[in-house]
């Protein structure tokens, strides 16, 4: 054999071993085709469902699996599978949009608390410190109780759970980056702290704050299903899982698939956020930073 | 002063200005209804007779930090005030209800513990197979929402079954038996993912201190592995596994509520939730209070027992 041949050895792999390979593990690939799946899903709702999800029937109330019908039928006769689509469409935006509030609240306060420490740290970690204080869902009630219940309050009211959480990941992410030469070679070479802190704190410190949302955005899902189920969150006619299962939970003798698949969906879901969080740790932190 | 008492005395005196700021915010609730609570409380029954009644019965009408101070005042001496509707006093309705709350966290965890210690130990030593199920059980356990597995809990022991009751509650201290009946389906919900939790932090630890000098060392010496793992390996690895039995008590006292509310059981969850859809808000101040305190509390016991189970704590300082 070749030097070459021996050097061209590796290409042989299939490219989906190849891509595999670079996102770490079987695992992720996998979390990562669920996620690609359930994004498809979840824009195509209207396309794909195969009836309206208000259409009512009484003829078909609480009828179970079928070809017309694959996931049954609810308490008045409207199509669970479509109803799945629609609420997991509208649940896993409320999820997305929480997640992303989160990290526009979370990373410039991580950032600064832990680029220049000292007072500014003490100061704008207090707060942050106060929320993590309180047990997750009891914060989300309160701020319920304070601004109605509702979707958008839902989306905030996850948002708000979740700024500390992330503020904490980058902050002690950034800790470990600014002691860096690089990071004391720009401060050297006359870089600003915000020309510092943008082209070089930041891009090496973001990754446990990715694996963590990442990680979160499963979980926003499960917050905002038991807010709606406890009739705290999505009000109806707007679709929701939570609300969903609540239905489900009425009617759960007489027709478990009501209850059965808007559950599966959020696991199915949170699954795929952890595999991929996951994978992405082995990759993005190193040091074990995000929970 | 030795450096664990410094660092008990330290974790103490942080915890008070978290308890104040924290009473401080559920002070605010009622403030930060936008509009007038007092209206948005009494909705169409709010005429103006009313809504002076109750603005004055609740001390809306006075000064703000007057208003904390008589109401913080009335905690510290075990008045929370009192139910707007029914007129009972908010220490009685939480006093009934705190135990049904407390039974249900402490037992979950108690259980989680218990299958989840283990499990992790075992999972931390043995091969591919043992590895894949505790990845599994991780996964499984962590993503599915507990209120729903509790739901699937209640199709099958209680519809299909018929071995348990689907809700209701019976006194821990009059029926314990019953109790102990209508406990189990609640408690299985909560401990599933929570085991899921503890199994995956001790697994992770035990492997690290199993890969540790001193393990090689013990090995080396002769001990055989069981004299290793349990006596000394998980007493190192312990330190983890309290922070995180810790941090999961808030994710518990949060899973309780939606728990209680699927199951029946008259807990402070059920309470809130009643009461933030009744629009009563003294309520909801009291009862949160009352469940934030036990978690800073909790928090608080979990740091004292790291200090004291960390041996490397005040040894580099001493």
């Keep these: 054999m070749t030097l070459e041949a021996s050097a061209a050895l590796p290409r042989r792999r299939s490219p989906a071993r190849r891509l595999a390979a670079r996102l770490g593990s079987r695992e992720t690939a996998a979390g990562l085709a669920i996620l690609a799946v359930l994004g498809l899903v979840a824009a195509?709702?209207?396309?794909?469902?195969?009836?309206?999800?208000?259409?009512?029937?009484?003829?078909?109330?609480?009828?179970?699996?079928?070809?017309?019908?694959?996931?049954?039928?609810d308490a008045l006769g409207r199509d669970v599978l479509s109803r799945v689509l629609f609420a997991f469409r509208s649940s896993l935006l409320i999820s997305l949009g929480a997640v992303a509030l989160a990290l526009v609240g979370g990373i410039p306060i991580g950032v600064v608390c832990g680029y220049f420490g000292g007072w500014v740290d003490a100061i704008l970690m207090r707060p942050v410190d106060m929320l993590l204080a309180l047990p997750a869902l009891l914060l989300a009630l309160s701020l319920i109780t304070v601004f109605g219940p509702g979707r958008l309050v839902a989306m905030f009211a996850i948002a708000v759970i979740y700024v500390p959480i992330l503020a904490r990941v980058i902050r002690s992410s950034v800790l470990a980056v600014r002691t860096e030469a690089y990071v004391e070679g720009a401060r050297a070479r006359g870089a600003s702290h915000l020309s510092t802190i943008a082209r070089h704190v930041v891009p090496n410190a973001i990754g446990p704050a990715l694996v963590q949302?990442?990680?979160?955005?499963?979980?926003?899902?499960?917050?905002?299903?038991?807010?709606?189920?406890?009739?705290?969150?999505?009000?109806?006619?707007?679709?929701?899982l939570g609300l969903m299962l609540f239905d489900g939970y009425q009617v759960l003798q007489q027709a478990p698939w009501a209850d059965v698949f808007p559950g599966l969906a959020i696991a199915l879901t949170v699954v795929a956020f952890n595999l991929v969080g996951d994978g992405l740790r082995a990759r993005l932190d190193p040091l074990g930073i995000a929970r | 002063?030795?450096?664990?008492?410094?660092?008990?005395?330290?974790?103490?005196?942080l915890t008070v200005p978290t308890l104040f700021a924290m009473s401080v915010f559920v002070f605010?609730?009622?403030?930060?209804?936008?509009?007038?609570?007092?209206?948005?409380?009494?909705?169409?029954?709010?005429?103006?007779?009313n809504v002076r009644t109750i603005r004055a019965s609740l001390g809306l009408d006075r000064p703000l930090a007057d208003q904390y101070l008589s109401w913080i005042g009335g905690v510290f001496r075990g008045d929370l005030g009192e139910d707007y509707i029914s007129h009972a006093r908010l220490s009685t309705l939480i006093g009934q209800r705190l135990p049904v709350t407390l039974e249900l966290t402490l037992l979950s965890m108690a259980l989680a513990i218990v299958v989840g210690?283990?499990?992790?130990?075992?999972?931390?030593?043995?091969?591919?197979?043992?590895?894949?199920?505790?990845?599994?059980f991780t996964i499984g356990g962590i993503s599915i929402p507990d209120f729903w597995l509790g739901t699937l809990l209640v199709l099958v022991f209680a519809a299909k079954l018929n071995w348990l009751p689907p809700t209701g509650w019976a006194s821990l201290?009059?029926?314990?038996?019953?109790?102990?009946?209508?406990?189990?389906?609640?408690?299985?919900?909560?401990?599933?993912?929570?085991?899921?939790?503890?199994?995956?932090?001790?697994?992770?630890?035990?492997?690290?201190?199993?890969?540790?000098?001193?393990?090689?060392?013990?090995?080396?010496?002769?001990?055989?592995?069981r004299s290793i793992v349990y006596p000394h390996a998980l007493r190192t690895a312990s330190l983890p596994i309290v922070t995180v039995a810790g941090i999961q008590f808030g994710v518990l006292l949060g899973g309780a509520i939606v728990v209680e509310v699927i199951f029946g059981l008259p807990g402070l969850g059920k309470?809130?939730?009643?009461?933030?859809?009744?629009?009563?808000?003294?309520?909801?101040?009291?009862?949160?209070?009352?469940?934030?305190?036990?978690?800073?509390?909790?928090?608080?016991?979990?740091?004292v027992a790291y200090g004291w189970l960390n041996p490397r704590l005040g040894a580099a300082r001493e």
């Design chain 2, 28 to 49: 605010l609730i009622i403030h930060l209804v936008p509009g007038d609570p007092v209206r948005t409380m009494l909705g169409f029954r709010a005429t103006p007779e």
């Design chain 2, 1 to 13: 002063m030795t450096p664990r008492a410094r660092f008990v005395l330290g974790r103490v005196a």
């Design chain 1, 44 to 73: 195509l709702a209207p396309v794909i469902s195969p009836h309206s999800p208000e259409a009512i029937d009484a003829n078909r109330v609480l009828k179970g699996l079928s070809w017309s019908h694959p996931f049954g039928s």
């Design chain 1, 213 to 240: 949302a990442s990680v979160l955005c499963g979980f926003a899902l499960q917050i905002e299903a038991a807010l709606s189920f406890l009739g705290l969150g999505v009000q109806p006619p707007t679709p929701s």
């Design chain 2, 173 to 225: 201290a009059r029926h314990p038996f019953a109790n102990l009946r209508d406990v189990t389906l609640p408690v299985l919900t909560l401990a599933t993912g929570e085991a899921a939790y503890i199994l995956r932090t001790t697994r992770a630890s035990m492997q690290e201190t199993l890969g540790r000098p001193f393990v090689t060392f013990l090995r080396a010496k002769g001990l055989p592995e």
């Design chain 2, 117 to 136: 210690v283990p499990l992790g130990v075992l999972s931390a030593a043995g091969g591919r197979a043992r590895r894949l199920a505790a990845h599994a």
């Design chain 2, 271 to 303: 309470l809130i939730v009643t009461s933030i859809n009744q629009r009563n808000y003294p309520v909801v101040q009291g009862s949160v209070l009352v469940v934030a305190t036990l978690f800073i509390v909790v928090n608080l016991a979990t740091d």
